[in-house]
């Protein structure tokens, strides 16, 4: 048995994707009114899974391998020729460790949700699978089935356990997401099929294959938009502020912590590892794309009146900072985009929780509605200040470091010249200086002022030791990355130079 456990022959990866929506499958037999039976086998499943990962990941993959392991290849459907390839890097481990653990608080999160939440739960394992397998595929058909399979959970999560407006919210994300598929689905096919009487569809053999200019370019536009609104990237990002708007916090964290980051985990993993020509001819135009999106999502931000678009506009400002760093070809760049994506995974989903925690207590949504909440809950109010203050890239925190490192990926890129460099980190700097703005007027509207103790009668508690526990969990990795980013930088760090080599070597 120890020989097994310990040899890379062991199907570690399939037993990680595979075990979240096959043990969420054995919920049906659980008794239909048992919440609290239901929501405490989640939490196991979801605890089990990510000390599974994170056992099979200590002992079995070697930092320093810039090349994949614990690689499983096993043949599906013969017809096709269609193979079951799993395997990971320096790219997807943080990636895959940041879905377990923020999918595991997210279950502690919706411990409120009472509605059929058997099926809320089955639903939230289902995401779970789609998730951590679109980040260990190294077949493109798979990973495109395991980019489908967490769609169908969120439009459902949405649209069944959202505000008054989740079938609009709901129909538009499935609409933008579905719609985009197609051109990811196009995309997966043709590099299949181009140049070879043997199509393939294994990530390694297609890194190395070459193309046509012109067919590189296409290649490149089709995963780009699929890709784009997924991170999202303006202007396909407006189902996101109407989706985090009405979704239940517990899915919002999901959205903000996971969901997003699979469109950036895509953009390097497809169209900088597969398509270097393409991607070196697009970065200027990304750069231009990623610096508008931070000013625009940062000057759109203090418009909003609902609490969790205000935070979702964040989020969008926020992945301009990674859409940059890619674009910058550098390795500091790249190492910081991957340090932006594990960073603000972290800050979105706590700063979602924390909404969700509010809502709950007074049942309003709208900031010109609130005020005067610091003396009542004033350690929703502490955690609300000091993760507004994470991210907007405060000291000590992870959201300074991965900027900081892209702003110097900016500045050493050798493809740029040093006129454009300039204004694009003085125009990085303008969503900088906004960003503090639109977080501190929303702790302002909340917590300050006289508007809720003027009313008669008001009162309620402040956060228990579930929700203290939570945002403790999110916070104490934001300190840690903060203070030793080395943590993460040095998971990706080979993996970066190798994907670099194809644009200065290739």
Not at 181 to 189: D, T
Not at 229 to 236: D, N, Q, R
Request: proline fraction near 4%.
């Amino acid at each position: 048995v120890y020989l097994v456990f310990t040899t890379n022959d062991f199907p570690w990866l399939t037993i990680i994707v595979v075990f979240p929506i096959s043990a969420g499958s054995l919920m049906l037999f659980l008794p239909h009114r048992g919440n609290k039976v239901n929501k405490w086998y989640t939490i196991c499943i979801c605890i089990l899974e990510l000390l599974l990962t994170t056992y099979a990941f200590c002992y079995n993959f070697k930092m320093d391998d810039p090349l994949i392991q614990l690689s499983e290849d096993y043949k599906w459907i013969d017809f096709f020729d269609f193979y079951w390839r799993m395997g990971i890097d320096g790219l997807s481990i943080g990636t895959i460790l940041l879905t377990g653990f923020i999918t595991t608080l997210a279950t502690l999160a919706a411990f409120p949700v009472t509605r059929d939440s058997r099926f809320f739960h089955f639903l939230m394992l289902a995401m779970y699978s789609g998730q951590i397998g679109s980040f260990s595929s190294r077949d493109l058909l798979l990973f495109f089935i395991m980019w489908e399979l967490e769609l169908i959970p969120v439009y459902l999560l949405l649209s069944m356990w959202g505000g008054k407006k989740r079938l609009y919210s709901a129909t538009k994300f499935i609409l933008y997401t579905a719609g985009s598929s197609i051109f990811l689905l196009i995309g997966v096919l043709g590099i299949s099929l181009y140049g070879s009487n043997e199509p393939t569809l294994n990530l390694e053999l297609l890194a190395n294959k070459s193309y046509p200019v012109t067919l590189e370019i296409l290649f490149y536009i089709g995963f780009l938009i699929a890709f784009a609104v997924k991170s999202p990237i303006i202007p396909l990002h407006t189902w996101l502020p109407d989706t985090h708007g009405e979704a239940h916090y517990s899915t919002c964290m999901l959205l903000a912590g996971i969901l997003l980051k699979m469109g950036a985990y895509g953009l390097v993993r497809i169209n900088m590892e597969l398509l270097p020509h393409a991607h070196s001819m697009f970065s200027p135009w990304l750069l231009v794309v990623g610096t508008i999106q931070i000013i625009y999502a940062a000057s759109t931000s203090p418009g909003q009146r609902n609490l969790k678009k205000r935070i979702a506009y964040s989020s969008v400002s926020h992945m301009g900072f990674i859409i940059i760093g890619i674009s910058s070809i550098t390795d500091p760049g790249l190492n910081g985009a991957i340090l932006q994506i594990i960073s603000h995974g972290f800050i979105g989903a706590a700063l979602f929780f924390l909404a969700g925690t509010s809502y709950d207590r007074i049942r309003l949504v709208y900031l010109d509605e609130m005020g005067g909440m610091a003396i009542s809950i004033p350690k929703i109010f502490t955690m609300f200040t000091i993760l507004s203050m994470a991210s907007l890239a405060l000291p000590g925190m992870s959201g300074f470091i991965a900027e900081f490192i892209v702003f110097f990926g900016i500045i050493t890129s050798q493809k740029y010249f040093l006129i454009s460099k300039i204004f694009i980190i003085f125009v990085m700097a303008i969503g900088m200086i906004l960003t503090p703005i639109y977080l501190l007027s929303m702790l302002r509207q909340m917590f300050y002022g006289y508007k809720l103790i003027n009313i008669k009668n008001f009162s309620f508690f402040d956060s228990g030791p579930r929700e203290l526990f939570l945002s403790i969990s999110i916070l104490l990795p934001i300190i840690g990355i903060g203070i030793y980013p080395d943590f993460v930088l040095s998971l990706a760090s080979d993996k970066v130079e190798s994907i670099l080599s194809n644009y200065f070597y290739g």
